[in-house]
DNA sequence: GTCTATAATCAGATAGAC
DNA sequence: GTCTATCTGATTATAGAC
């Protein structure tokens, strides 16, 4: 009795997290897709599959619907920065992790977050989940900044700080989008553009 | 009688001017300060001192509110590009107006319409006095650009269309709000920094 | 044109049966 | 946990008096 019930309580907890899974992938992909304010939870549960009140047994409110969804995108950012080999070049890597979110924002797999949107903000300040992923990839990118401005291959001049929020800034940059809607250019053209202007600017060298 | 009725009319359409301009600013405040999605009629109407049914005598929704501000905003630009001198480079134009459109966005004068939502931007395509603005405001600068690269000043491996966006995202870059509240450095500092980076790169030169 | 009062709608959240 | 049905509040928009 004690395997059957240990196995019965596994599988559940399995199909719940399946479930949540499921849920949390739609937030993401509509909140990359209309925003925070603009997605409305009768289209999570309509996109899940599953009735809105259902949601709210897994979520207590909008929020942490979309709090959710942030969580999981550190996580797979910390996924990321664990494949990279620890002893490339930190510019290297950070170029890596650059490219690599501006794909996911042209893939729609970006959530974007209105910055101005205080019931959100406070959520999100409020989850341990979320500061802890972003206080750990910040630690992480920052110290390669560092290193790289200390080897002469990112401009010293620029505080770390200011570095770290320009790579950032690159994972909602808008010139992604009007570039694809565009249709001249496809999406490596379009990566190597924008990292172009990131790392080089547009001064002619 | 005929200077009288003359006078009266002029007066009264000052005045019926003066009023939307009045509610024209207090809607480009709050969209700079929260956003179209977050900013409610109630608030326009509060900020102005009228009652909200007499705000739709002037604008019959609040999209046509937003679309307003952000005709106005075009409407500045032009005026200001007008000021700039003929025969500078146009390197240095395109530096300045830069500059000012971020300045514009560091004192809260710079509305941000949420790029994704549909209902605006349906609005504003079909208001002929903001695609005029846009277009006229993108002619200029699209020269400038063009010459710029011809004259080796600018890179011109980049598309210009890329260069453009690249310029206009500046005036909504999470950059300065971020070094703004970090509070380490000062408006002046934070667009050498933001300009710094977004004309010479991040890489060491 | 401006106001007060109200309609109409939509969206976040909940009740309660199963 | 999931559902249907409903509540509640906020928000866009309008009616109608002055």
Redesign the pocket.
Known sequence: MKTGNVVKVSF?EQ??QA?EDAIIRAVNHLLAEKGFEA????EV?ASV??????????F????DLACAAMVRVMQRAQDFLATLPPDAEPLDKLRTVVRWTMQLKLDGEMPSLPSQNSSLRATLMASKDYMNGLLEVSDILGAWIETAQATGRINAQIPAIAVLYTLYARACDPVLEFLKMGGQHDNDQILDLVMSTCFDGLNAR
């Open positions: 559940k199909m719940l479930r997605m409305t939870v009768d549960a599959g599953i009735a809105k009140a259902s949601l709210y047994k897994h207590p409110s909008k929020e």
